[in-house]
């Protein structure tokens, strides 16, 4: 049993956020207790972490990532996007065997733990070797399948579903497709029999760009997500990531079937994409969750810089610095993001939650003077501040240090060595 | 005698960024070697710095704040500017005096250091606290007078101009106003006879938001760069901060007359001001230096955030992902700061150069795969890469810590005392 004491102790409730200096037991892989310190009682912990005035909270949830592609970061920078996929991205993505895919997708894990990100949701090929990257690495993930026409074999998407939902529980597989225009009907139809057969929800690039939009309505007659709700895609739920060319109807047909949005600002804005409409999605009462999208098009792995954006693009979009007020944003990054990967245990700090926990270390500049702890975190919160990362019960970042079973110097020199061999000698 | 070896060596030449294992060498205040490691020579090292792979380069200057208003930070955010200001801001700051601004000051200082900042160009009252806080901490700043029609006494700014342009290295004086829309006309024709009397580049907000410049047109018949630079404002350089909304007839004058245009990109964002054309004046030739504003408004103090919307906002706002490169960037925020600060001795890494510089940990995964260093720093760097912060020849920051002669947890507790006493008890 491991017990947080001395520090201050975040939860979400119905009404907002509550900061107590309640002390949090972690049993096994979850959360046992959270309370003021147990006096008349004698506990035998195996370690007590002093929080020492530190914050304890609910892990960030990345909820759109494609983890292996960390390797493209900073390969090919402020080029056009279509110079950018075909002279960088695709050509290079496809020297990617499953060994260099566990091998990067660990690179990628250590960036998320020192963003105080417990999970993801993340979308690519090699979905096994991903899966034995978390795995090993003690890091908790949820694969979307990213069906699309370039796939060899569907079929595939029904052996890794039921494979990789058996694979334990740091991971499990939802359904998906890449996007509306790289999947044809057939095979979106295919995707859909799946998700009837299972009840799945099912998950798909959405919106992301306005060329997206009018080549699904010069094919279908249709927006996107009208398109994909006409075929009954999204009978049992999900949503899409990025959402940034969303119509009033969109919206409302996502509000009506309770779908998730994942906005990625970050990527949006490098990427030329545009800027979501996250305010009018809320308001309209989409649950909307927080992605980075990959270190290939955003570069950063960050949730902090992601929240500070998700609300200061919305302020300046709708010319209302109320918008998109931080507690919002918080609840965003760490409970919506849970919920829409289907991770109902992994939501907050409370008895019987799994331990997917991050220690924010509030003795520093940035988050003084305390005058209110979640605008801090979300305006002003940085990498510097993580101070620990635990993932379902175990300690996998503290002060710097990672404890993956493989140490940082040997997963860089494996990226390098992809690089080097692979990539950069063309 | 402080020996940097082991490492990487950024610095900025014509034809761009270089970057080299060469060593550097540091004696007093100064820069004294920049090259391969000596080896036939025997030279006593006070301190020999292992810099184990990291990468030193000058450090990044902060080029418009407000320090010691750092204590509005997270105080009252998501609200209408109006109520903020009024509510907030103004009756806050009413309550500040010497004393107050020479703390909350120190906090800022600890903020700039952890983000590698080594020189701050700010404006703000209580000029001579300020200054002291920073020679106590050994920190560089440049004061830009803020004069307008509140100051009790305009010839205060004659005054303070000279006594702290002789206060020592590590501070300096500008002349500015704080903004046309505050200072009437008779001050203004003062500061531009200040600014003849030394010769003297003037500084101001400039076009923060689309309502300053509509007000100026109504009041002179001219935007405010038009109508400034036509009473002589401009007559020995200068600049603006912000210059949001700056037409093309603004910017060619910017451009002719070679003023400094100073983004600050969060700032502008999270209270609606809007996106600076950034690339539109870098490419009329106008040099662009970035700032962070104060914590009040962006809440931190953090290059890295600003670096990365500098570019991020510009490749959205053309529709244009090629818009701004990383490496223009890196520029702005090392050496253009410096330039109109007016510190030509703290732009780069050269021999006789001031020492003012910052190491970054490569060695962390959001830098890894090496494909670009400085691609990595602006789109993917943070605080948590600041290994050390060096001005003028003194480590102030190192893995962590900071030496600037008080400890930060004396400094934290001041500035909590003050809010405690003076703000949070109404």
Same mark, same amino acid.
């Given at each position: 049993m491991i017990r947080f004491f001395n520090g201050k102790t975040l939860l979400f409730d119905k009404n907002g956020i509550r900061i107590s200096n309640d002390e949090v037991h972690v049993s096994g892989k979850k959360i046992v207790y959270v309370g003021p310190a147990k006096t008349g009682e004698c506990i035998l912990f195996d370690r007590e972490i002093d929080l020492n005035g530190a914050l304890l909270m609910p892990g960030f949830k990345n909820?759109? @990532?494609?983890?292996?592609? @960390?390797?493209?970061?900073?390969?090919? $920078?402020?080029?056009p996007l279509d110079r950018w996929l075909r002279e960088s991205c695709w050509p290079n993505e496809a020297k990617l065997d499953d060994d260099a895919v566990y091998d990067l997708t660990k690179l990628s894990i250590l960036e998320y733990l020192s963003s105080g990100t417990t999970a993801v949701f993340d979308m690519y090929n090699h979905s096994e070797a991903f899966a034995h990257a978390c795995v090993d690495s003690g890091f908790r993930a949820v694969i979307s399948s990213g069906m699309n026409?370039?796939? /060899?074999?569907?079929?595939d998407i029904e052996r890794d579903y039921l494979k990789l939902n058996g694979f334990g529980g740091l991971v499990s597989y939802r359904l998906g497709i890449h996007a509306e225009y790289t999947t044809g009907l057939e095979r979106l139809k295919y995707m859909v029999s799946l998700a009837e057969k299972y009840r799945e929800p099912c998950w798909t690039h959405l919106c992301e760009t306005k060329g997206e939009v009018m080549g699904c309505i010069g094919r279908y007659g249709m927006t996107p997500p009208r398109f994909l709700d006409s075929i009954g895609f999204f009978r049992y739920g999900g949503g899409g990531y990025? &959402?940034?060319?969303?119509t009033d109807e969109d919206i409302s047909l996502f509000a009506d079937k309770g779908l998730y949005a994942v906005t990625c600002p970050s990527s949006n804005l490098k990427l030329s994409s545009g800027i979501a409409p996250v305010s009018r999605m809320a308001s309209a009462g989409i649950k909307i969750a927080i992605g980075t999208d990959s270190a290939a098009s955003n570069n950063a792995l960050d949730m902090f810089r992601e929240m500070y954006l998700a609300t200061s693009l919305q302020k300046y979009l709708l010319n #209302?610095?109320?918008? &998109?007020?931080a507690a919002d944003v918080l609840r965003m990054a760490c409970v919506n993001g849970a919920l829409c990967m289907g991770l109902? $245990? &992994?939501?907050?700090?409370? #008895?019987?939650? /799994?331990?997917d926990l991050t220690v924010i270390n509030l003795n520093r500049p940035n988050m003084r003077?305390? =005058?209110?702890i979640p605008v801090n975190i979300v305006y002003s919160g940085s /990498? #510097? =501040?993580?101070r620990l990362t635990m993932v379902n019960g175990r300690v996998l970042y503290e002060d710097g240090r990672f404890?993956?079973? #493989?140490e940082p110097e040997s997963i860089y020199e494996k990226a390098e060595r992809f690089l080097r061999e692979k990539v950069r000698k063309e």
């Open positions: 909820a759109h @990532t494609h983890s292996p592609m @960390t390797f493209l970061r900073s390969l090919a $920078d402020d080029l026409d370039f796939d /060899k074999d569907p079929e990025h &959402c940034v060319w969303m #209302e610095p109320t918008a &998109c007020p109902d $245990d &992994c939501v907050n700090i409370a #008895e019987g939650m /799994k331990a003077p305390m =005058n209110n /990498k #510097e =501040n993580i404890f993956v079973g #493989e």
